[in-house]
């Protein structure tokens, strides 16, 4: 994959994390929470520096980043790194907008000890702050909240037309820095939405479960919605990669499915692209054969009681088994894949998925299915886009659990 790291040719929802070391924990946890927000923020400690002085590579981080968060407390005032910090990102873009201070005190005893501040935050009166920020209680995610807000309306215009969401999850080595985009992609210049659960160190298998699975997806889910609003009207493109959980990506299908303006395209690990471009929007997908779904399992059931609900594996038929261990009360019904090399052979899948459920409902009476995805993540975005409440009211999405070795339940908002 070839590689683009430099700012200059893309927008990373981004911002600079500038903090006393006395305020080290709170900062920390906030950079975690905008993390799970899709905000990329730059936080000097896990960061790799470039050889050359130190004040030299900060102040070209600083002015890198869309926005400057300043936690504005009695120690950082005294911090000659803090000041250095603030006054490049002054010098960096006209105006204030981009600088969203954090109080941890009281906001105009804060802003009328420095001269910076003074000038810029202070009212002309001199009895009160106009420089809108955070000055509730120290809570991570309220903080995240609110400096996530001010990232979305600084880095993406409300007309956009693309953007590119990394799920950068699973892989080795630290997560930091921007992340990889092949150079056809940074070449866009599209906002790009960067999604890491944690600051640590990537996993291979890296599996977020239970209430840990819940706070990331509805995180995620409030976050897309808030960065991006409704994707209604004119068609948008979405561009989708990174390694991830199949969850995640499922997760983002399902946000943006058939019913938005948005044409998806998912790449795997390689840069290769699948798209739902041609689809017609807002109509169920049709011309997809149902026989390609094969019954593997009756399941423990009474014949003379219809199923409501059923078992899909999509994928490789040599997972079936520990499908069936999973679920052995559910008949369960396969749709085998091979390499997608396309997207009209992803589309294809996906066609063949629609059918198959929906004769499963009409047939049957079937109202929930429990699906197993064993194919290609990125052919998950698409299937995830299309298989909606309309197609079959409940859908209950489980995934391999490699530490556990069997599947568990992902809720989906």
Same mark, same amino acid.
């Given at each position: ?272 692209? =699948? @798209?739902?471009?041609?689809? *017609?929007?807002?109509? $169920? %997908?049709?011309? &997809?054969?149902?026989?390609? #779904?094969?019954? !593997?399992?009756?399941?423990? =059931? @009474?014949?003379?009681?219809? *199923?409501?609900?059923? $078992? %899909?594996?999509? &994928?490789?038929?040599?997972? #079936?088994?520990? !499908? ?25 899948? !996906? ?63």
């Amino acid at each position: 994959m070839n590689i683009c790291l430099n700012s200059d040719f893309y927008f990373s929802v981004s911002t600079f994390l500038s903090h006393s070391s006395w305020d080290h924990d709170l900062v920390e946890a906030v950079a975690q929470r905008l993390g799970r927000r899709g905000v990329l923020a730059w936080l000097d400690k896990n960061e790799l520096l470039e050889m050359g002085p130190l004040d030299d590579m900060l102040k070209q981080a600083v002015q890198q980043q869309a926005t400057l968060t300043i936690f504005l407390s009695e120690a950082s005032l005294n911090s000659e790194w803090c000041n250095d910090e603030l006054r490049w990102a002054i010098e960096a873009q006209t105006g204030t907008e981009h600088l969203l201070p954090v109080y941890l005190g009281d906001p105009l005893k804060l802003v009328k000890s420095h001269p910076l501040l003074r000038d810029r935050f202070l009212h002309a009166d001199g009895d009160r702050v106009n420089q809108l920020g955070y000055a509730g209680e120290p809570d991570p995610d309220a903080i995240a909240d609110k400096i996530a807000a001010t990232v979305y309306r600084h880095s993406i215009p409300s007309t956009w037309a693309e953007a590119v969401i990394v799920l950068d999850q699973r892989g080795s080595g630290p997560r930091r820095g921007l992340p990889e985009l092949p150079v056809n992609i940074a070449n866009l210049k599209a906002p790009t939405l960067t999604f890491r659960p944690s600051a640590g160190s990537r996993q291979l298998r890296e599996l977020l479960t239970g209430d840990d699975w819940q706070d990331m997806v509805n995180t995620l889910e409030q976050s897309l919605s808030n960065a991006l609003g409704t994707v209604r009207g004119e068609p948008r493109k979405v561009r989708v990669l990174g390694n991830a959980q199949t969850g995640l990506v499922w997760a983002v299908g399902r946000h943006f499915d058939r019913t938005t303006a948005a044409v998806l395209y998912g790449y795997d690990r390689d840069g290769r692209a =699948i @798209d739902n471009r041609k689809q *017609p929007r807002h109509t $169920a %997908l049709a011309g &997809g054969n149902a026989d390609q #779904a094969t019954l !593997v399992s009756q399941g423990v =059931i @009474d014949p003379d009681v219809p *199923p409501t609900a059923v $078992a %899909l594996g999509v &994928g490789s038929p040599r997972f #079936a088994s520990d !499908v069936q261990q999973a679920v052995p009360e559910l008949p369960l019904y396969w749709i085998e894949s091979g390499f997608i090399e396309d997207s009209e052979q992803a589309m294809d899948l !996906v066609k063949n998925l629609i059918a198959s459920v929906e004769q499963l409902r009409r047939e049957y009476g079937v109202q929930e299915l429990v699906i197993f995805w064993t194919t290609a993540n990125h052919v998950a975005l698409l299937a995830a886009a299309n298989l909606t409440t309309h197609v079959i009211p409940k859908i209950k999405f489980m995934e391999w659990d490699h530490a556990r070795s069997q599947y568990v339940h992902l809720p989906m908002p």
